[in-house]
């Protein structure tokens, strides 16, 4: 005998101890109503172990089981649909896996909005996942890339920044041994020309900075320099990382140029520009949203600010290029920079 299967007989086993009287005719029905109250009265021993009195409401159900399938009734049911979704459930998940079809960028969160509008409820992320996968409906499998959208790095000019990078090269012989090879090089970002690059039998800080100073001897130093999170740079290499960024990062962008970056770049022109999903709905512009992943967009042409009627968010164009290119305010600067009107020049 399973133990659940005890634990239920146990149950409908105390449940006729606690009827008795009633079942076995001591009282007459008739006065079953006075006798289930006193009972709701008397504090008794539950079966899991807890003390209390049991409710009038349930002792009236439990005989009324009792009269109507005996012992076995008193049992506790099993759903019959253990084991499938419940037909509401299944509705929602058919929804959810629609909403995914139709905009593979929802969220889970965006996709229980939906729901809990329909359905009044939700379905946790990992159920909802886990169909969500069977149906084919995941980002994967609809074919959205999971590759992360890389900052694009752009400059006006040469030596405005330069990136570093190792690679792994080819063995070498030296000596008697076959040994890896490590290449070091740097590119300037504005040219695409490489300003440096060797082979080193090493992969470290002194081999990086041996190679970034040939490149600042032959070509002038970088005004900026962006070095990769490889595993060299962790430790050390951040406070050079630091010292050549921090001085030169303009942190502070004068006022004037932000108000022109927010303004005189229509967000209209901006989103095609960014290769991001738009459309225009009743001839009005729209776009999917980067935070929540919905349609539900909006451009004011007034003040050129987007805004999100589902998750509430206004963008302007900085915070556009942010969310969408995954950069940070000082790589969304750059970028807006570069698309100024030249017209409008101040
Ligand atoms: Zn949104």
Same mark, same amino acid.
Do not use: K
């Given at each position: 005998m399973s133990s659940r299967r005890e634990r239920h007989e146990r149950w409908a086993i105390f449940w006729c101890s606690l009827l008795a009287p009633l079942l076995y005719g001591e009282i007459p029905a008739a006065e079953a109503g006075r006798f289930l109250s006193e009972l709701s009265q008397t504090e008794c021993d539950f079966p899991n172990g807890k003390r209390g009195k049991p409710s009038r409401a349930t002792l009236w159900r439990k005989w009324k089981r009792y009269r109507e $399938?005996? +012992?076995?009734? +008193?049992m506790p049911r099993r759903r019959k649909d253990r084991g499938r979704p419940r037909r509401n459930r299944a509705a929602m998940i058919d929804k959810a896996i629609e909403l995914k079809k139709d905009q593979p960028r929802r969220a889970h969160g965006a996709i229980n909005d939906f729901l809990k509008v329909e359905f009044h409820a939700t379905i946790p992320k990992s159920t909802l996942y886990r169909h969500l996968k069977r149906a084919g409906a995941t980002r994967r499998k609809l074919g959205i890339s999971q590759q992360k959208i890389r900052c694009r790095w752009t400059r006006d000019q040469s030596n405005a920044l330069w990136v570093g990078d190792f690679e792994d090269g080819p063995y070498v012989i030296e000596g008697d041994r076959a040994v890896e090879t490590h290449l070091s090089a740097f590119i300037d970002c504005h040219s695409r020309y490489i300003v440096e690059a060797r082979y080193y039998l090493r992969e470290n800080l002194d081999i990086l900075i041996d190679s970034l100073l040939r490149g600042w001897s032959e070509h002038g130093a970088s005004r900026e320099l962006y070095l990769d999170n490889a595993k060299i740079y962790h430790s050390h290499a951040l406070t050079l990382t630091l010292t050549h960024k921090e001085p030169h990062m303009t942190k502070f962008f004068p006022r004037q140029l932000l108000y022109r970056l927010r303004n005189e770049i229509p967000v209209v022109k901006l989103v095609p520009q960014l290769d991001w999903p738009h459309k225009h709905r009743e001839g009005r512009f729209c776009f999917l949203c980067?935070?929540? $992943?919905?349609? +539900?967009t909006a451009v004011n042409p007034r003040t050129n600010l987007a805004r999100c009627f589902h998750c509430q968010t206004n963008f302007n164009t900085i915070d556009l290029v942010m969310a969408i290119q995954r950069c940070d305010f000082v790589a969304a600067v750059h970028f807006l920079e570069s698309r100024l009107p030249a017209s409008t020049t101040a």
């Open positions: $399938g005996g +012992l076995d009734a +008193l980067p935070r929540c $992943g919905e349609f +539900l």
